[in-house]
């Protein structure tokens, strides 16, 4: 297919670009209304004519998503936790998580047939226009050997699916969200595994040596949004994003919310979510260093990415 923008009287306004879909998402491609990863065959900024005639743009990649959002019935809890983000940034420009995804609401046509509303984003990527660290996989830039000098998006997440992923001691799952090989699998493995051995020490040289390789405001941050959203994902875990860059363990970017946030139904809570307590009180009787489940897809884990270990702690 094509990608190209034409305004509300037919009129092209830009040129269409070569683009390929295909279905996404693990539980979300198998919901009735699909959402696609649309890849251009260049880099290309997406534009958005809006209703009053002005247009937004999206900076330039080849990756983009539409997402479906079916099982959100209002459709805005992605939106809505990419705006709480976006002021985060605003207003601590200096520190904190550095990007995270943007998107616009479209009307989607397929094959001539509207089939309904979907949100077109950005899909999370180390790019200068996203996130912006060293990538080893940069093709105009040969892998010097040296895993450290690199970064990685890591995907925390208990579907375990990627080609090149560990788990820690206290089975978070971390998988990596591009291709690798074995030594930066032992970098970040050890990286991360060092991380979370220091937090357990519960000591205050623990914390120290944990605190020197983590960015403290990203990860702050991105608890905020969680905790705003009322995000029960970060139990199992699912789609928690990580970043390691230039020897420093950052968290995010945010993603997927379409799904267990903003509980409002009596199930909820019996679960002990409410819109007055912190999902860190239910995490403290499972989140215990023995007793682990044998494997990582095991979703009595509810590990909580270490945060019952950090909230103790009065520099975080």
């Known amino acids: 297919g094509t990608y190209a923008l034409i305004n509300k009287d037919g009129a092209v306004v830009e040129a269409a670009v070569d683009a390929s879909t295909r279905v996404r998402g693990n539980v979300t491609q198998q919901m009735p209304k699909k959402p696609f990863a649309v890849k251009l065959d260049k880099k290309h900024a997406i534009s ?68 309904g509303t979907y949100y077109l984003c950005e899909q999370v990527k180390i790019d200068e226009n996203r996130l912006d660290i060293n990538d080893p996989y940069d ?31 206290c089975y978070v799952p971390f998988l990596f969200k591009d291709d690798g090989n074995d030594d930066m699998l032992d970098y970040a493995a050890g990286f991360v595994r060092g ?31 969680q905790e705003l959203m009322m995000n029960s994902e970060t139990q199992h875990p699912k789609s928690c994003y990580n970043y390691i860059n230039n020897g420093i363990m950052y968290a995010g970017p945010i993603w997927d919310f379409d799904w267990n946030t903003l509980p409002t139904s009596s199930s909820y809570s019996e679960e002990g ?22 494997s990582p897809k095991n979703e009595s884990d509810a590990n909580y990415l270490w945060y019952p270990m950090l909230v103790k702690n009065a520099t975080f």
């Open 48 to 115: 958005i004519v809006n209703a009053d005639g002005t247009k937004s743009e999206m900076p330039a990649h080849k990756r983009w998503v539409l997402l479906a959002n079916w099982k959100d019935r209002t459709l805005m809890r992605n939106e809505v936790a990419f705006g709480i983000a976006e002021v985060f940034k605003k207003t601590f420009p200096n520190d904190g998580m550095a990007w995270n995804p943007s998107g616009e609401f479209v009307e989607l046509v397929y094959n001539g047939v509207h089939v």
């Open 273 to 294: 979510y409410s819109y007055t307590a912190s999902m860190l009180t239910k995490a403290s009787p499972s989140h215990q260093r023995s007793g682990y489940p044998s």
């Open 139 to 169: 093709a105009e830039d040969a892998y010097s050997g040296n895993p450290a000098e690199y970064g990685y998006l890591l995907e925390a997440d208990d579907g375990y699916d990627e080609n090149w992923k560990f788990t820690t001691a």
């Open 195 to 225: 991380i979370e051995d220091n937090l357990y020490k519960n000591t205050t040289a623990g914390y120290e040596a944990a605190f020197a390789k983590m960015d403290l405001a990203s990860f702050v941050d991105f608890w905020l949004v």
